[in-house]
């Protein structure tokens, strides 16, 4: 899902805008936590994504409802024609989807770990010897997705997986914890949770 200098956009299958309401069409979107982009539904900040999205198709006669799932779940929702849209993907080959023409944002990818360990990121080589955690289904950077896909089947111990709605969360936590030494994300979304929650456990180990 993420890229370096990833272009965040928005799939949308083909049949969008399916539901009608009261003269006005509803979009059903569909993404796991990935704050400040989309955040939880009920909040009073559902993520800048979803409202500048809301507030872009609000004056066409569509309103959005967002749904927090996990991302393997919101792909598969996708496809089943369960949701119109998610949020936050650049990687389409091989599906019938469509996307807006232009990226909402972009994501800067960063390596984290603990503020106690001294090691910074100097390319795919200097993951060999730490855990490396990572969320199911996140394309990351080509070459570390190589890397996961290379050693995962065969070397399963040297990697922490989270697949969930709040799988960003939990990798987070495992880091701090020490269940995995090395965590690849998006920088503001890591700094975000980090800023909101007063935690100084975690530091940039490098851009990715």
């Not at 409202?51 to 198709?57: G, I, M, P, Q, T």
């Not at 998610?86 to 990818?109: A, C, E, Q």
């Not at 969320?135 to 399963?156: F, L, Q, R, T």
């Amino acid at each position: 899902m993420k890229l370096k200098a990833f272009i965040l956009i928005v799939l949308f299958a083909n049949n969008v805008f399916a539901i009608d309401r009261d003269d006005r069409k509803k979009l059903i979107l569909a993404a796991d936590y990935w704050c400040p982009y989309n955040c939880h539904p009920d909040s009073e900040l559902p993520g800048f994504l979803v409202e500048v999205l809301s507030r872009s198709l609000h004056i066409y006669g569509i309103d959005i409802e967002y749904r927090m799932m996990p991302w393997r779940k919101a792909m598969d929702a996708l496809v089943d024609g369960e949701v119109d849209g998610v949020i936050g993907i650049s990687d389409i080959k091989g599906n019938k989807l469509v996307t807006t023409r232009l990226p909402l944002d972009y994501s800067s990818i960063s390596a984290f770990t603990r503020s106690d360990i001294a090691w910074v990121y100097d390319g795919v080589g200097s993951l060999r010897g730490k855990k490396l955690g990572f969320v199911m289904d996140y394309v990351i950077d080509e070459a570390i997705s190589h890397y996961i896909g290379s050693n995962y089947p065969s070397h399963p111990d040297w990697f922490m997986v989270q697949d969930g709605k709040n799988a960003v969360i939990e990798s987070i936590a495992d880091l701090m914890d020490g269940y995995s030494d090395v965590y690849i994300e998006d920088a503001r979304v890591v700094e975000r949770y980090l800023s909101e929650n007063a935690l100084t456990a975690i530091k940039n180990a490098g851009i990715v």
